[in-house]
């Protein structure tokens, strides 16, 4: 497993926008203008969710896998939220949502979307998604925690934040009403 240098700190506040992204802290603004706190975690960029053991331990949360994916015609777009340690088998989620068979989402269909480019997948890229063209999908076993894990659109920073922040606060905010799976 490659290892990645991790500032160990955990901060409760968004980062001084020097060295960051205009979208990362599109992010931090959002969530700060709807009152959900996080923890953040700055990092080497993730190639993986298996990079992401550290990680998950010093935020004391499982990553959710992010998943960009779209059905055969490229007319229908998912994220789906899942664990990061659970297989993802496509059939078993095209059956549950009646779709053809699912392939991954192409980059550019990704950052027209969510403006988020490969690895940095996240559910905080629905805030960019103002037509709902991207249909949420989330495992059931994400909403087992209190807490989940995910990238602020870029993937050289973690958060920890609350599930029902991102059920009654983030999701009403964006539109997405999430469709529940079990993988």
């Known amino acids: 497993m490659q290892s990645i ?17 205009r ?28 990079a992401c053991d550290e990680i998950e331990k010093l935020l004391g949360i499982e990553i959710c896998k992010n998943l960009f994916l779209c059905n055969t015609q490229k007319t229908r777009f998912y994220l789906l939220m899942m664990p990061g340690r659970k297989k993802f088998r496509t059939k078993d989620l095209s059956r ?3 779709s053809s ?7 550019d269909d990704m950052e027209k979307y969510l403006n988020i480019v490969p ?18 999908l989330i495992d059931k076993d994400v909403l087992r925690d209190e807490f989940l ?3 602020p659109c870029v993937n050289t920073s973690s958060l920890k934040i609350k599930t029902a922040d991102l059920l009654s606060k983030f999701l009403p905010y964006t539109g997405h009403e999430p469709t529940l799976v079990e993988l």
């Open 23 to 50: 979208k990362e802290m599109d992010t931090y603004d959002q969530l700060d203008k709807l009152g959900i706190s996080y923890f953040r975690l700055d990092h080497e960029e993730t190639p993986s969710i298996e």
């Open 119 to 136: 690895g940095s997948v996240s559910v905080l890229g629905l805030m960019n998604d103002v037509n709902k063209c991207v249909t949420l």
């Open 96 to 98: 549950q949502i009646n």
């Open 101 to 107: 068979r699912l392939s991954f989402a192409e980059a």
């Open 149 to 151: 894990g995910c990238h």
């Open 5 to 21: 240098q991790i500032d160990p700190t955990l901060y409760n506040t968004k980062p001084d926008e020097a060295d960051r992204t």
